[in-house]
């Protein structure tokens, strides 16, 4: 099958030809028709993740159709179209028993912890618990942008923030996972603030619902700025980008008994940043984590979607063809491009 691979880390990867995966007894091999380029990828390809072994096919939001289906494997037959959480899980330890696969004791990512989605076959392991089914009107270039980015931001404002109709909620970094999650406060009826540097992603983020923006590249203090807007902070606050100053300023502008999410990755120098805790301790705030969403939690996520509450499709800036993931992948850093980029031909 063709496969981008890299050999090193940091290392341009290249388009070439690997081996075509097979199936564990309990797992199935997904035929890709369609997978995002998300910061994610990024963060693995230059070493932030201890995880990957070398040499490495990236690739964790993906969408397909199943290709072969190992012999223990009870639900899911060749055909079936599916997608899959970017963190799944092993289905036997208590995280998994208790229903939070994200958090797995043993969990394993594709485009990490093994080869992912930047080819035309991927492997999945415990299938029956991991696979998701998508509905027949959802699209497999929707589908992909909907597994890391758009999955975590769901669990992020309705199952960690608990965000409600007419609270306030930041959003800092407009980004894929920063207008996914716009998209479903607004949906849900928060009021929502965005922040970013750019322009164009806040004008992105005004049409997805965001009833205020601010340009922390022109404002003297976005703390300052998020607590006049709200009249006295946020409820709920998220950072969305993974940056020390994005993570200071979510915790900062949160009112009194709110809870930041913290759903962008901090790794490399930014895995230990300053947090204002005199603040957290004096003010009782909540600090929370987002990481990925379980598969028996789509069916919430595919209702809105259904109701027209919620429509991914608008978040999806460009489609490219596999050798051009490369590039896209090497400069996810710069954030050049407002929205989700999908891979959909191979």
């Not at 690997?18 to 990024?42: F, H, L, N, Y």
């Not at 939070?100 to 969990?107: G, L, S, T």
């Not at 203090?221 to 998020?226: D, F, G, I, P, R």
């Not at 946020?234 to 940056?243: I, K």
Request: with cysteine.
């Amino acid at each position: 099958m063709k496969a981008v691979v890299y050999e090193s880390f940091a290392a341009p990867p290249q388009l070439t030809t690997v081996p075509d995966p097979t199936p564990e007894s309990s797992g199935v091999v997904i035929k890709v028709m369609a997978t995002g380029v998300c910061r994610s990828d990024w963060h693995g390809w230059v070493g932030h993740d201890p995880d990957i072994r070398l040499p490495h096919v990236p690739g964790h939001e993906f969408s397909g159709v199943v290709e072969a289906v190992g012999k223990q494997v009870t639900k899911w037959r060749v055909g079936d179209r599916v997608t899959v959480p970017f963190v799944a899980g092993c289905g036997h330890c208590p995280e998994c028993h208790s229903g939070n696969h994200q958090v797995c004791d043993h969990q394993f990512q594709p485009g990490f912890t093994h080869w992912g989605s930047f080819a035309e076959y991927v492997s999945i392991h415990q299938a029956d618990i991991n696979l998701v089914s998508l509905p027949e009107t959802l699209d497999f270039t929707t589908a992909a942008s909907l597994g890391c980015r758009f999955a975590t931001s769901f669990r992020a404002v309705v199952d960690q923030g608990k965000t409600f109709a007419g609270q306030w909620l930041a959003v800092h970094g407009c980004g894929g996972v920063g207008l996914s999650a716009i998209m479903i406060a607004n949906a849900i009826g928060a009021n929502v603030i965005a922040i970013d540097i750019s322009e164009d992603k806040l004008d992105l983020a005004r049409s997805l619902g965001a009833v205020a923006t601010v340009n922390a590249a022109k404002v003297a203090n976005v703390v300052e700025a998020v607590l006049e807007i709200t009249q006295g902070g946020a409820h709920v606050s998220l950072d969305a980008l993974g940056n020390p100053v994005t993570c200071f300023n979510s915790v900062s502008n949160l009112r009194k008994r709110g809870k930041h999410v913290q759903v962008g990755l901090m790794l490399g120098e930014h895995s230990t940043p300053a947090i204002p805790m005199s603040k957290v301790i004096a003010h009782e705030l909540e600090i929370l984590g987002s990481h990925g969403m379980q598969a028996h939690r789509y069916d919430a996520m595919f209702a809105m979607m259904k109701s027209g509450k919620l429509a991914p499709e608008k978040l999806i800036g460009r489609t490219i063809d596999l050798e051009q993931s490369i590039d896209v992948l090497m400069n996810m850093d710069k954030f050049e491009v407002a929205g989700v980029t999908v891979v959909t031909e191979f």
